[in-house]
């Protein structure tokens, strides 16, 4: 879910966090950061970071034993292994990514459109059961998985496949998942919180954490929980001071349908994405079921 869904641990390329690129030449992100070392997508990373210290909010007196971290850690707790769908947006500099997905039991998908000045990057991405599978124009098939220029041409607007077995490939589709979200929703301590707001048309209270950029740097977050009731999350917004148009991050990933039903259906042809990256391989096409 971006991915991703967390920008602040994605780059603006969406949420795939893929491991070690050993042999496949695959996510270089089309935008210039990648602003945690746990950036586009989750499935390989640690669930929860460590939890650091809390902080009860001004005139909280009525509820002595509510703290930051607690309220996180129900959040995360409520929001475990549910469906969801998700909305990310994300900006730096003049680059901008758009995002909208599901995350289910066995399945999930999602779109994302990437602009950077007049490079324009659209990707679809779906995990069905054990396989995964992406789809898109030919700049983000270049740019994104890494293609040749002739690859990306023949391909593009086609289903690429991959297993879900192989970890690096998985990490393009990490996140579509139910059991990934609480993942997704992963960031650390000092925890504190934030000022009380209207978010989605939601009273809700924020909870202000942090995760590390790729230099060790801490990225601020804010998780906002619903005043009362269940605390499934509303959103979370990465680097919520960040002014518009500056080298800073700023991202927000909306969170909507908490138990939805979801049920994608795989394409019903794809090219198997592993031939394509090999270095001397040839896509072959290959049938799906749906």
Do not use: C
């Amino acid at each position: 879910m971006s991915g991703s869904l967390n920008p602040g641990r994605q780059g603006a390329d969406g949420r795939r966090r893929t491991g070690s690129q050993e042999s496949e030449p695959l996510m270089r992100p089309p935008l210039p950061f990648r602003p945690t070392a746990v950036a586009v997508g989750t499935a390989a990373f640690a669930a929860l970071a460590a939890f650091g210290a809390s902080a009860t909010p001004a005139g909280a007196a009525g509820a002595p034993t509510k703290t930051a971290q607690a309220e996180y850690q129900a959040a995360v707790k409520a929001a475990a292994n549910q469906s969801v769908h998700f909305e990310t947006d994300v900006t730096q500099g003049n680059a901008t990514l758009q995002q909208s997905g599901d995350a289910g039991s066995t399945s999930g998908s999602e779109s994302l459109a990437v602009n950077n000045g007049k490079i324009t990057e659209h990707m679809s991405a779906q995990v069905v059961g054990k396989t995964g599978y992406v789809k898109g124009n030919q700049v983000s098939l270049k740019n994104i998985l890494g293609l040749s220029a002739a690859q990306s041409s023949k391909y593009a607007g086609q289903w690429l496949s991959f297993p879900m077995s192989n970890s690096n490939l998985a990490g393009l589709v990490a996140g579509l998942l139910r059991s990934q979200v609480a993942t997704e929703l992963s960031f650390g301590g000092p925890f504190t919180f934030a000022a009380n707001a209207t978010v989605n048309g939601q009273k809700a209270e924020g909870i202000k954490g942090t995760v590390s950029s790729s230099g060790g740097s801490p990225v601020s977050e804010t998780l906002y929980v619903p005043s009362t009731g269940k605390p499934l999350p509303i959103e979370e917004v990465t680097n919520p001071d960040a002014k518009a148009h500056t080298s800073t991050i700023h991202g927000t990933v909306s969170f909507s349908k908490w138990g939805e039903h979801v049920a994608v259906s795989a394409p019903a042809h794809s090219v198997s994405l592993l031939k394509l990256a090999a270095p001397s391989g040839s896509g072959t096409t290959s049938t799906t079921g749906g």
